[in-house]
């Protein structure tokens, strides 16, 4: 069954529940994605801290629309969960995170004021923000850290070199993916990353996959010395490919956003669509990536995949190898 959620910044949505035992309801999906309380306990240093308790509540209406309500930030938890798990299923058709058909568990009130949210291995853990009023359970953030659990359960890309920022790119291509998927009213879709929590304090969000250097860190363009950086920076460059074959070079504006991605080699990209793009980059992660793949290998990668799956259509291969050399990674 479902219950009626009131989030914080998906706003009112249904998010799956089920008959609690004792009375009431939980927060459960029938994948068994749940979501837990873990009452600001919790190390946000190494990760560890209790298993939290099961949201449960009498009249099947979780939380307010604010973090004033603790089930506000289980409300965009919960569905995020379930709609990184619905996409991955339907879109990708892998079954969850382990492709074994299991949901997951979504720890939030992780710590004290944590910014951060995490993937362990096993679930997903969200702390509040700042003063405790800004849980970072936004949605591209929820797909952000379960991409995380299926890169580690496919291609198992290491978080260091080119392959960290492959690795951290991943996370937010699919995270941006799930957005799309969801397409919520109230966290309207973009090539933006956490846009709304305002973690930087400024109205900024805290990564662009248009230009990622707008940042003022990531890198748009790939070099020798990039996986010296940061993943959160390394990622830059296949951000802006995933942006570039998907929509394309130049200006654009989407969704009441506007965006102007430009090449690092002068030429003009057409995009092929955001949905083939996905596609292409599911099966080159789960097929052909491994764990210290660099970026060349994700150009190769990526061209095989999209022979593989549109080879009726040559222009999507060539859209695909194009959008590699304009972030210069070249033949
Ligand atoms: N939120 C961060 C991320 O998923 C946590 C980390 O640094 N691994 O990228
Ligand atoms: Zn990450
Ligand atoms: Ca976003």
Redesign the pocket.
Known sequence: QTGDGHGIYVGDVTIGTQAHTGGGYEIRDSHGNYATDVHNQGDPNTGQGPAGDIFVDSDNVWGNGSYTDRASAAVDAQYGAEKTYDYYNTVLGRAGIWNNGTGARSRVHFANAMQNAFWDGTQMSYGDGAGNAAPLTELDVAG?EMS?GVTENTAGLVYSGDAGGLN?AT?DIFGTAVEFYANNSADVPDYLIGEEIDLRGNGTPLRYMDKPSKDGASRDCWSSTLGNLDPHYSSGPLNHWFYLASEGSGAKTINGVSYNSPTCNSSTVTGVGRAKVEKIWYRALSVYLTSNSNYAAARNAAIKAANDLYASDPTVCQGIAAAFSAISVAA
Do not use: A
């Open positions: 952000h995380h951290e996370s």
